[in-house]
T-cell receptor, first 115, second 113 residues
């Protein structure tokens, strides 16, 4: 399978713990996005990378959240001191860079439950 | 700022009947529009997109959508639905130079046998 993969698929943690999610994009894609989806809502943009550079961050991305894409390939999203309100599905997507909006291909997501 | 409104949170439809899922957008500049489908326990999959040109866009699985600039709408249609179309459908908008997609809240399509 050459699609976007995310690990883990599910994570249960206690409030106050740190968690880290990984996203592996489609290999030739230079753009990588993180979104968050809560129950009954559509995905909300968090941040995106072009190669290893983080070019945009949403106001939703508080200082407890950090994302990296160190070599321009896979990316990690870390949440420090988790809160119950962080419970959501975290989606990763990737695309080819270009002038017109390229299709974003989504992974299956990581579902986080904070107890 | 952009926004998307999906007017129906749930749409039940009998199998083999037609369906229309409504999407309205708000943007101060030219837009690009997308419909994604999310099957249970899966990621989002692109159904179709409008970038420019013909306002009638055909996508996968027999779906099509029409861009109507005057009504700021991008409704999704299928002439005859199948059980396998049961899923959540999301409309999304972006514009040139803007990398992020702004999604609606989704419409859950339920097919009744």
């Amino acid at each position: 399978d050459t699609g976007v993969s995310q690990n883990p698929r599910h994570k249960i943690t206690k409030r106050g713990q740190n968690v880290t999610f990984r996203c592996d994009p489609i290999s030739e894609h230079n753009r990588l996005y993180w979104y968050r989806q809560t129950l009954g809502q559509g995905p909300e943009f968090l941040t995106y990378f072009q190669n290893e550079a983080q070019l945009e961050k949403s106001r939703l991305l508080s200082d407890r959240f950090s994302a990296e894409r160190p070599k321009g390939s896979f990316s990690t999203l870390e949440i420090q001191r988790t809160e119950q309100g962080d419970s959501a599905m975290y989606l990763c997507a990737s695309s080819l860079g270009g002038g017109a909006p390229e299709t974003q291909y989504f992974g299956p997501g990581t579902r986080l439950l904070v107890l | 700022a952009q926004s998307v409104t999906q007017l129906d949170s749930q749409v039940p439809v009998f199998e083999e009947a037609p369906v229309e899922l409504r999407c309205n957008y708000s943007s101060s500049v030219s837009v690009y529009l997308f419909w994604y489908v999310q099957y249970p326990n899966q990621g989002l999959q692109l159904l179709l997109k409008y970038l420019s040109g013909s306002t009638l866009v055909k996508g996968i699985n027999g779906f099509e959508a029409e861009f109507n600039k005057s009504q700021t709408s991008f409704h999704l249609r299928k002439p005859s639905v199948h059980i396998s179309d049961t899923a959540e459908y999301f409309c999304a908008v972006t514009n040139f130079g803007n990398e992020k997609l702004t999604f609606g809240t989704g419409t859950r399509l339920t097919i009744i046998p």
